[in-house]
């Protein structure tokens, strides 16, 4: 699950991001950054879902 979410964030970066944090100020910047270009988006994006990713697992332990 979270390789697509990381391959959707660089094709599609804000749906990437929606599907991670849902409505929130993260989606808000990714969708701005992605009006100003594909890449900051994508690089936004894969920043966002690994940071959400990285997160979840401290709290596995």
Known sequence: MRL???LLGIVLPPLG???TEGVSSAL???VLLTIFGW???SIHAVWVITKHA???DEGAY
């Open 28 to 30: 808000i910047i990714n």
């Open 17 to 19: 991001v929606f599907l």
């Open 39 to 41: 890449l900051p988006g």
């Open 54 to 56: 990285e997160r979840a």
């Open 4 to 6: 697509l979410r990381i």
